[in-house]
C-alpha cells in the first residue's frame, strides 16, 4: 500500500512560506524555483502532492468565499461569473504550486475513457470492505493529510466541521449526513490509489474536454486525444442524456455514490456524487449533457458546495460530544454494515 506523500512530510510546509516570503522580497526568486524544484523531484510518481488539502486550497484560491453571497445558502447563491476570462484561470494556474501543477498533470494524462471504465468494474463491486458509516469515518482518519497550512484538521474533523456548519444553518436532517459523509470516498487512498484517482475537479470522459477545466493544456497527453469520437462534442453521448448515463473522471464523488446510493434522498445523492465537478456547478459546463432533473438537482449540489470549502476553521469539533448526535442520525438512514 502507498501511502507516500499521506505521511508527514514536516518539510514542505516550511518550504512553501519560504518561498512565499521570497517571493515577495524577488530578489531571492532564482533561489525560490530552486528549492521547489527540489521538493518537486521529492514527490513520488503517484503522490505530488503533501496532502489532498493542496487540491482544496487551490480550488478556494480559485473559487474564494468573498465570491459567494453572504451566507452560505443565501437564496440566489452565485456560480462564479460566466463571464470570466480566460486570462484569469491562466493566472490561478501560473500560481498554482508545483505540487498541484504535477497532480494535475498526472490527472489529465491518465483520466481516460477506458481507465474510468476499468476503475468502476473493480471498485464499485463495493467488495473490499464492510464497515459502518462511522467505521469508515474512523479508517479515513488513518489518512495523516497535515500539509494545509490554514488549518490541522483531521479528515474526521472536516466532516464533523461541515456537518455542524449545516446543522447550525438549520438544515434538514438529510443534508446535516451529507455533510459528514460526502469524503468518504477518499478512502480509496487508503486502497493505495494515487492521488489523481482520488481527488481532483471532474470531468466528463468519452467527449471533448470544456476549455474551462483547469489546466486543460494537459489533456494533450491523454490517450483520449488520439480518439476523434472522443473528442467530438458529444462523443459517446447524446444530447441532453442526463448525467447517470454520462461516465465522469473516477474519484471519491463516483466511489462514495454507489456506496450510499440506496440510503439517501436524491438531493443528497446528487451533492455527493457531483461536489467536484466543478466545470459544471461552478463553470456551468456540459449543460447540453444535463436532463431536466439534473439542472433542478444542480441547486442542491450548489448549494452544497460552500460547506465543503468554506468551512474549515481552527476550532476543533469536540467529537466525543457530537459522537451520539450523528451516530443517532446515521442509523436513521444507514444499515449497521455497507460494502464498500
Ligand atoms: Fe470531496
Ligand atoms: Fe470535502
Redesign the pocket.
Given at each position: 500500500m502507498d501511502l507516500i506523500g499521506f505521511v508527514k512530510r514536516p518539510t514542505a510546509p516550511d518550504l512553501f512560506a519560504l518561498a512565499e516570503s521570497a517571493r515577495e522580497a524577488d530578489d531571492s526568486l532564482g533561489r525560490w524555483e530552486q528549492q521547489l524544484a527540489m521538493e518537486s523531484s521529492k514527490a513520488t510518481v503517484n503522490a505530488p502532492l503533501n496532502g489532498l488539502e493542496e487540491w482544496e486550497d487551490f480550488l478556494k484560491l480559485r473559487y474564494p468565499e468573498n465570491g459567494r453571497g453572504a451566507t452560505p445558502l443565501a437564496t440566489g447563491f452565485q456560480a462564479t461569473d460566466p463571464n470570466k476570462k480566460q486570462q484569469q484561470f491562466r493566472n490561478y494556474e501560473a500560481d498554482a504550486r508545483p505540487t498541484v501543477r504535477e497532480f494535475y498533470r498526472q490527472n489529465h494524462r491518465h483520466q481516460a475513457y477506458d481507465f474510468v471504465r476499468a476503475k468502476k468494474q473493480d471498485f464499485l463491486a463495493l467488495n473490499r470492505r464492510k464497515m459502518s458509516i462511522w467505521e469508515a469515518m474512523e479508517f479515513l482518519n488513518t489518512l495523516v493529510d497535515d500539509s494545509d497550512p490554514d488549518t490541522d484538521l483531521s479528515q474526521l474533523e472536516?466532516l464533523l466541521q461541515?456537518a455542524e456548519q449545516i446543522r447550525r444553518d438549520g438544515k434538514p436532517r438529510w443534508f446535516i449526513i451529507t455533510g459528514l459523509i460526502?469524503?468518504l470516498g477518499k478512502i480509496l487512498c487508503l486502497y493505495g490509489e494515487p492521488q489523481w484517482a482520488v481527488v481532483g475537479d471532474t470531468f466528463p470522459v468519452g467527449c471533448a474536454w470544456s476549455d474551462k477545466i483547469v489546466f486543460h493544456q494537459f489533456f494533450s497527453d491523454n490517450p483520449d486525444s488520439q480518439n476523434a469520437k472522443f473528442q467530438s462534442r458529444l462523443g459517446v453521448y447524446s444530447e441532453n442524456c442526463g448525467l447517470d448515463n454520462v461516465h465522469l473522471s473516477w474519484g471519491h464523488d463516483e466511489y462514495l455514490y454507489h456506496v450510499v446510493k440506496d440510503h439517501l434522498p436524491k438531493e443528497a445523492l446528487y451533492m455527493i456524487r457531483y461536489h467536484s465537478f466543478y466545470p459544471a456547478h461552478r463553470e456551468g459546463e456540459y449543460d447540453y449533457l444535463m436532463n431536466d432533473e439534473d439542472r433542478k438537482m444542480f441547486d442542491c449540489v450548489r448549494a452544497f458546495n460552500p460547506y465543503?470549502l468554506y468551512t474549515k476553521n481552527h476550532e476543533k469539533p469536540d467529537v466525543a460530544k457530537l459522537r451520539p448526535f450523528y451516530e443517532d442520525l446515521i442509523s436513521e438512514y444507514f444499515p449497521e454494515k455497507l460494502g464498500w
Open positions: 472536516h461541515t460526502h469524503d465543503d
